[in-house]
């Protein structure tokens, strides 16, 4: 189901003048940009410029000043977390963000649950339509375990997952979730260049696979222009550039204050 | 070699995801049943089922009723003694009022009206946690019994403040509450009521909604950012362990007991059935079982291992022994196995499983 010639679209989510404060600290002022369908955007900056706190407003954790955001031309105030997530925005964080306690496939089938629709006297009683649809719901989650190639830890209580593993099955549950907006906060970070490598490929695949739209933070400057399609630069909580990869790379101002310091 | 899975090859996702993959384990269940059904009634004394079975069997259903709640949603709550009052006084006037309603379904619609009890005092969960919330569960523990002890009329004004569950039958004939019913009787219905509930319990925590509880036990952001609401999943948590704990207070008051008066269901209970849970395992059904075996056991141990030994040992010093090693227990399991009984037995499953390699 490839996509073939990527065709990036209309644009799917935009903040317009987002100004975001914690107390006297402004995360955020005055951020405005857009993502568009089916693109890779990366959001760039050094650490505390605020790329996290985009995320969360986007998100609906965190709750901005000012500013409007507009969803599949919708413009929304604030909501919460799990509303996001009914309207189609997943995400992965910084710091794992998994459920100790379960296996790997418990973790991915959460991914589910929106999509689950047996209420809770057919849950206690299983058999017939709640078994139906666990079964259909088990195939969708195991045709994203084979595609992120985590077979083999299927049934690992996911506490005793390596750090880059953790990261992979983090991504699987967002993908169970089908969305049409993937956030992805350093989906790399603390990785090896094997580990980089694969979760590279990853994001790829799923945009042209899938069609989803990512938008991803990252670090590695390498990683960042090889597969995005656009770029997004923060520093101190403002935007100081935004464009494809060669526009960002040339612009002097970004390598003033992030390209030109080595990190 | 007797202990494996190997050439067990799971050909559907139905296949896998049954209760218990590993033939053994099927057949030890068929094995346990068998013996529950046939050999217990068959070879315990009227005083062994009352004073070992019949309570087993209803902390059992008890401590299903917490584990859900805090062992899977991670909602820790010592309002355990409230909610058993909920359901035994609420069956009891339901059953003094609809003296023709089949006792199953008293039993049932005290569960869902302590179900209502439940969700009312979990509310507080959706702003506090952890230490917190056990304070505000805690004050539901005082405020229910409270209201049972302080107005006569859920006692129907009886002025020792006890009430007498009245004789029902489960199949004409069959009586399972009053002074005429067989212990048997009692014991055979609780088994099937009480596994049937059991077993509803574990379709539950195995499907959509038992992952929603434990998403949100292990990381509530997280859950939100999935779609999961959390006043959902912690209000239905609050509801279903209310249910299986109210069925439970009604089934101590009817058919264990058989008269009740709500100081029985004061705080030390909710401890009681707190222990039952750490010490069989937070969140497994297996291990809410193990957990009141373990408890309604230990005491019974107590009082007649020593002479059994040829030790002459007070009264007293065996509470106090009691005490103590349910102290050593809880400190064990709370820090080196909080998955508790249900965890040890699968380690051994393993080990089993391995056998004769050590790895
Ligand atoms: N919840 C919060 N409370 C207070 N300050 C915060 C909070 N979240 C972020 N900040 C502040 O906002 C700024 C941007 O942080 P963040 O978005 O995490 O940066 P980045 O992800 O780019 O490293 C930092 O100064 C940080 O201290
Ligand atoms: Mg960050």
Redesign the interface.
Known sequence: MSYGEKHIGETLLKVDNITLAFGGVKALSDISFEIRKHEILAIIGPNGAGKTSMLNVINGFYHPQQGRIEFRGVERRAMRPHLAARQGIARTFQNVALFKGMSTLDNIMTGRTLKMKSNIFQQAIYWGANQREEIAHREVVEKIIDFLEIEAIRKTPVGRLPYGLQKRVELARALAMEPDLLLLDEPMAGMNVEEKEDMCRFVLDVNDEFGTTIALIEHDMGVVMDISDRVVVLDYGRKLADGTPAVVRANQDVIDAYLGVSH | MLYREAGQFKT???AD?SIFPIRQDRIALVLFGLVAVLAVPALASNYFLETIFVPFLVFAMAAIGLNILTGYCGQLSLGTGGFMACGAFFSYKLAIAFPDLHIIVVFLLAGFGTAAVGVLFGVPSLRIKGFYLAVATLAAQFFLVWVFNKFGWWTNYSPSGVISAPPREIFPGFAVTGAQADPITKYLFLLAFVALLAL??K??V???????W??I???D??????????LWAKL?AFA?SSFYIGIAGALWAFVYTGSVEALAFQIDRSFQVLFMVIIGGL?SILGSFLGAAFIVLLPILLNNAPGLLGLRISVELISHLEFMIFGGLIIFFLIVEPHGLARLWQIGKEKLRLWPFPY
């Not at chain 2, 195995?206 to 929603?212: H, P």
């Not at chain 2, 952001?221 to 959390?230: L, V």
Request: no cysteine; charged share 20%.
């Open positions: 559907s996702y139905s995801q509803m319990a379709n539950l195995r499907s959509s909604i038992g992952r929603s434990m998403a036990r292990d990381m952001i997280a859950a939100e950012i999935i779609g999961i609401r959390p239905s279903v969140g």
